[in-house]
């Protein structure tokens, strides 16, 4: 079965620095890219950041770049977010998503909760 495992989510202060990890089995990793996205308490859940299957080609939200960075190991089936210069208005849900549009895979994690507050 499909399994994305997430990891790394945590309390922190405004100006601090987290590393999200999200783990994947049961499928062909190297052949998805891998999202990130988030979901604050009434707000629509949005794109955070994206990565190419190969790691080749990244995307962010303008709300985040500069701050947050996506990467991939897959030899170890293993995407990260690392998430700089945090803001209160980063608090959210983070939710992994696995996809490839040509196998018909669309897949997501449980959620990992960030918290930014003094």
């Known amino acids: 079965q499909v399994q994305l495992v997430e990891s790394g989510g945590g309390l922190v202060q405004p100006g601090g620095s987290l590393r999200l990890s999200c783990a994947g089995s049961?499928?062909?990793?190297?052949?998805?890219?891998m999202n990130w996205y988030r979901q604050a308490p009434g707000k629509e859940r949005e794109l955070v950041a994206g990565?190419?299957?190969?790691?080749?080609?990244?995307t962010y939200a303008d709300s985040v770049k500069g701050r947050f960075a996506i990467s991939r190991d897959n030899f170890k089936s293993t995407v990260y977010l690392q998430v700089n210069i945090l803001k209160p208005e980063d608090t959210a849900v983070y939710y992994c998503?696995?996809?490839?549009?040509?196998?018909?895979?669309?897949?997501w994690g449980q959620g990992t909760q960030v918290t930014v507050s003094s």
């Open positions: 990565i190419s299957s190969t790691g080749g080609g990244t």
């Open positions: 998503n696995a996809l490839n549009r040509q196998e018909h895979g669309d897949y």
């Open positions: 049961g499928f062909t990793f190297r052949r998805y890219a």
